[in-house]
């Protein structure tokens, strides 16, 4: 790969502008995932998708910026607490083998400092907004904590993920509203649907790898029906957006929008190869289109006639 410095075993690589960086930042970033913008729009969507809904007119735009902001640093700190967790399990995997916490680029402690500045730098973020937010957006550190221990007990781990990376549908609903309704609940439901539905795709890349170090997921746990179980992920993600919407009283143009997300999550489920890897990645990173149409969706709902 041109302008790349490569691992010998895995997906870790020093590419693009984190290879341009300086030596010592590049096992950070790495560490934090800068390379991989997915799971911050991942992070970033349910906030925008309420506070759309929930804005006048158009929303605003500082706001916005704070979220855009946050997802990036929360979601880097979640990476690293998840590293620390796993950096046992993480050596044993060949696709994050040479994380930099398993190869030793950067020690556990040194991760842990690295974890506390990002998130004192999401506490200034945070206190941006209204008290019953802050308090609110503090609630979802618990399930922060929690998620990276609970693939070794149970089957579902996906399910804590999407109870935590879809948090900020309540946040972004309250940051306008200072309390929460029918439309957030309804989002930050039909996230957790989606949720379950894309990173059990994802979970299909290391499914091998998670049966012989004892790794559970939802990829093992549905296996050959998981493409069953997407239809019913899907469906009623696309439910109770559609309930969202009508609590919110918005405009038919949401629903047009509603529509082509629909479109999309049919096309991921007819397209994907659970036993492709490179297929579930390919599916799995196309869900930042679909966070794309429905935030579109959203806004022409609220700000049209």
């Excluded at 605003?60 to 990036?72: K, N, T």
């Excluded at 400092?113 to 907004?129: A, K, P, Y």
């Amino acid at each position: 790969m041109e302008n790349s410095i490569a691992s010998n075993k895995t997906d870790i690589v020093y590419h693009g502008w984190i290879a341009r960086m300086p030596a010592f930042m590049r096992p950070y970033l790495i560490l934090m995932r800068a390379d991989r913008p997915i799971g911050t729009w991942l992070l970033l969507f349910p906030c925008l998708w309420t506070l759309s809904l929930a804005s006048e007119g158009f929303p605003d735009l500082y706001y916005a910026a704070l979220f855009a902001i946050g997802a990036f640093v929360m979601r880097g700190a979640g990476c690293v607490m998840n590293d620390l967790a796993d950096r046992d399990f993480d050596g044993q995997v060949t696709r994050t083998a040479t994380r930099p916490i398993p190869n030793g680029d950067v020690s556990p402690k040194q991760a842990a400092i690295f974890m506390g500045g990002l998130c004192l730098i999401g506490l200034v973020v945070l206190i941006q907004f209204n008290s019953f937010t802050v308090y609110l957006a503090s609630a979802s550190l618990l399930l922060v904590f929690i998620y990276p221990f609970c693939k070794r007990w149970t089957y579902w781990p996906q399910v804590v993920l999407g109870l935590t990376f879809n948090w900020g549908a309540l946040v972004g609903w309250s940051a306008v509203e200072g309390s929460l309704s029918l439309p957030a609940y309804c989002i930050y439901f039909a996230g957790l649907f989606w949720t379950l539905g894309y990173d059990t795709i994802y979970a299909h890349q290391d499914k091998e790898d998670d049966v012989l170090v004892g790794i559970k997921s939802t990829a093992l746990r549905l296996g050959e029906k998981t493409v069953p179980a997407l239809w019913v992920f899907y469906g009623l993600t696309i439910l109770l957006i559609g309930l969202a919407g009508y609590f919110a009283q918005v405009s038919m143009l949401f629903y047009l929008g509603l529509g082509a997300t629909a479109l999309h999550l049919i096309w991921q489920i007819f397209k994907v190869d659970i036993h492709d890897p490179q297929n579930c990645l390919i599916i799995f990173k196309s869900n930042k289109y679909f966070g794309w149409i429905l935030l579109a969706a959203c806004l022409l709902g609220n700000v049209s006639p």
